[in-house]
């Protein structure tokens, strides 16, 4: 969902991170960069707690099998957004809005690992409810129509991944619904906050 969502502002409106003067294979390097750090190392350190005992499923689908796992990968994005708000210091400089947003993304998957201490919450659901509501909010908050139609496409999407989660019987749809509230609703107070 990070690399979805930092796809479309470094391609669609760099302006909104103040990247439009890179050149677009520098913006694809951030967001290789920003795919390894949000996507591949949390897959990787599942797939690690999986082999070695701690996780019975790689789906995740027990209360115990979703606690380790989501706080592990709260950390890495904490980590993700520590270093490119202070270590990086070109990106930190021009795109402190990369900074904020990892640091929000963060925000939402330790939230989804306490809330697993007890309730199991669609975290797809809040994955791509944060994407929309950054993306809704940075167009009205900036005024960008050019966000128009990726935020459409993103309802879309929404509706399908929460279609998927309950054909799977994977969630019910309390957890579907309190997903895309919460993904929504920090993902909102960040950009009008701190963007």
């Avoid at 390894?36 to 789906?59: D, E, H, K, N, W």
């Avoid at 640091?103 to 330790?110: D, F, K, R």
Wanted: glycine fraction near 8%.
């Amino acid at each position: 969902m990070p690399t979805l969502l930092f796809g479309i502002l470094l391609f669609q409106v760099p302006s909104v991170l103040g990247m439009d003067a890179f050149s677009s294979s520098l913006r694809l390097s951030l967001l290789v960069l920003l795919f390894v750090g949000t996507f591949a190392v949390p897959s990787l350190l599942i797939y690690y707690l999986f082999r070695s005992g701690y996780v019975q499923s790689l789906q995740l689908t027990t209360l115990a099998d979703r606690r380790l796992p989501y706080f592990l990968t709260a950390c890495v994005y904490m980590f993700l957004a520590y270093l490119f708000t202070f270590r990086m210091q070109l990106v930190s400089t021009v795109a402190p809005e990369i900074g904020i947003l990892l640091g929000s993304t963060a925000v939402s998957i330790l939230l989804v690992g306490l809330i697993s201490l007890s309730w199991q919450i669609s975290a797809h659901s809040v994955g791509i409810g944060g994407v929309v509501g950054i993306i809704a909010s940075i167009m009205l908050k900036f005024s960008l129509p050019d966000l128009f139609f990726p935020l459409l496409l993103l309802v879309l999407l929404t509706g399908l991944v929460g279609s998927a989660r309950l054909q799977l019987n994977a969630h019910t749809p309390a957890q579907i619904g309190a997903g895309l509230a919460l993904g929504l609703i920090v993902s909102l107070f960040t950009v009008v906050w701190l963007v």
